[in-house]
């Protein structure tokens, strides 16, 4: 094992600290005790810990550990769950001591290139603001169509790691959806092709501010292919920037050389062949102009690697939309309920109300620094009323109220929402 994995065998027999005890932390236990560290796993949720002692971890409490914060000096490495800020006390006490920092998604890629678990992956990387996770369901829709031995991983649920263990079969290419906050902890990863859909404010008090935001986005740009939405202002602003070995984009109009695009109501590649069409505009899940840029860049990651149009188009008839993205789940009364609740930010959220003629709003939850007024007044027009909840309901009210007062506003209080989801259920 020292000559085969010399890459991480100067982790065996020395301790490893693990921030987190949740799904992404869990994972990183098996593959560290097969390079013989002697794991640790620091989490405030004592049932977790207890999880991770079952999967064979040392334990501690991170109340604990940072009232000895002398302890964090004697790790090797921290390997930290993507909810870590870069400020979180814990982690700024292993910067000042010198000790490496390491995203569970960086750790994944060492782990993939020190061929821990047979020869290394090829990774397609899906990221963006919105549409990550249909895009990423798209791409995998499409390797199944093409017959190649792969799996959807990463900010969709498996974890990485748990894909690279995965025997029966063994994925040969991972569809990997990265969030900014596995990007920012992630600096080593070069993928095969990584795709950027779009940039938007989102996460900024994580990040603390624009720029950084965009920086993390920006490392899936660093492999051998680079796809950036052209229609995106801040994406597309990316192309002289990117490290790729290759740059191309995609776009909802006609693709220019070097392009994918939409024409005659086809998708269209330009980029891997010359106007060659892909796949029918028409029927793709989740419709309208967000599935179709989804679409665009599933398709593009698919024929970075070869994939065949046939497969392409085979993929993307077969794909079905996943649940909360846009879902109709009932009419009532004539009132269509439209459940797309993964719009968790006013880019997300534009393209949904757009979407239709006359839109009752709900919305509210965390605005996580982003800006609601451009929103608003774009879609002032369309809003028929808003319910509004959560602990920002407050500042989105005030947007209406300055931009669209003609709007009658409903603040949901806490606790007085227990009879909302009866309404649909009684179709």
Do not use: C
């Given at each position: 094992m020292t000559e085969e994995h010399g890459g991480l065998d100067w982790l065996r027999g020395r301790g490893v600290l693990v921030a987190g005890a949740g799904v992404s932390g869990r994972a990183t236990i098996g593959p560290l005790r097969d390079l013989g560290a002697l794991v640790t796993v620091t989490d405030s949720n004592v049932d977790a810990l207890a999880e991770c002692a079952r999967l064979g971890a040392a334990t501690v409490p991170i109340d604990d550990l940072l009232a000895a914060r002398e302890r964090v000096a004697e790790f090797a490495l921290v390997v930290t769950s993507p909810g870590f800020r870069p400020d979180a006390p814990l982690l700024s006490v292993a910067a000042g001591d010198g000790v490496p920092i390491w995203g569970d998604i960086?750790?994944?890629?060492?782990?993939d290139?020190?061929?821990?678990?047979?020869?290394?992956?090829?990774?397609?990387?899906?990221?963006?603001?919105?549409?990550?996770?249909t895009t990423t369901s798209m791409l995998q829709s499409i390797l199944d169509a093409a017959e190649l031995p792969s799996v959807a991983c990463g900010n969709i649920g498996l974890p990485v790691l748990d894909a690279l263990r995965q025997?029966?079969?063994?994925?040969?290419v991972l569809a990997v959806e990265l969030s900014s906050f596995q990007l920012h902890w992630a600096p080593s990863v070069r993928p095969t092709a990584g795709a950027i859909l779009n940039i938007a404010e989102d996460h900024l008090?994580?990040?603390?501010?624009?720029?950084?935001?965009?920086?993390a986005k920006a490392r899936a740009l660093t492999g051998e292919v680079a796809v950036l939405g052209?229609?995106?202002e801040v994406a597309s602003s990316l192309f002289s920037t990117s490290l790729a070995v290759r740059t191309l984009g995609f776009r909802l109009g006609v693709p220019a050389a070097g392009e994918l695009g939409v024409e005659d109501g086809y998708l269209v590649d330009r980029a891997f062949a010359d106007g060659e069409r892909l796949a029918p505009a028409e029927g793709i899940t989740p419709p309208g102009p967000a599935g179709l840029m989804d679409a665009l860049a599933a398709a593009a990651l698919a024929r970075a690697i070869g994939v065949t149009p046939d497969a392409v188009a085979a993929g993307l008839a077969s794909h079905v939309v996943g649940p909360h993205r846009a879902a109709r789940v009932a009419d009532v009364g004539g009132v269509t309920f439209v459940d797309d609740s993964k719009a968790t930010n006013p880019h997300a959220a534009r393209p949904s109300i757009l979407a239709h003629e006359r839109v009752v709003w709900i919305a509210?939850?965390?605005l996580k620094g982003a800006r609601v007024d451009d929103l608003v007044l774009e879609v002032a027009g369309r809003l028929a009323g808003a319910v509004l909840l959560g602990r920002d309901a407050a500042q989105i009210a005030e947007s209406l109220a300055r931009h669209a007062p003609e709007v009658p506003v409903v603040i949901v209080e806490t606790g007085d929402d227990a009879g909302v989801s009866a309404v649909p259920q009684s179709a």
């Open positions: 960086e750790f994944s890629w060492h782990v290139r020190a061929a821990l678990y047979g020869p290394p992956r090829r990774w397609l990387v899906v990221t963006g603001t919105n549409g990550k996770t025997t029966a079969p063994r994925p040969e008090d994580w990040h603390g501010g624009m720029q950084p935001y965009i920086d052209l229609d995106d509210g939850g965390l």
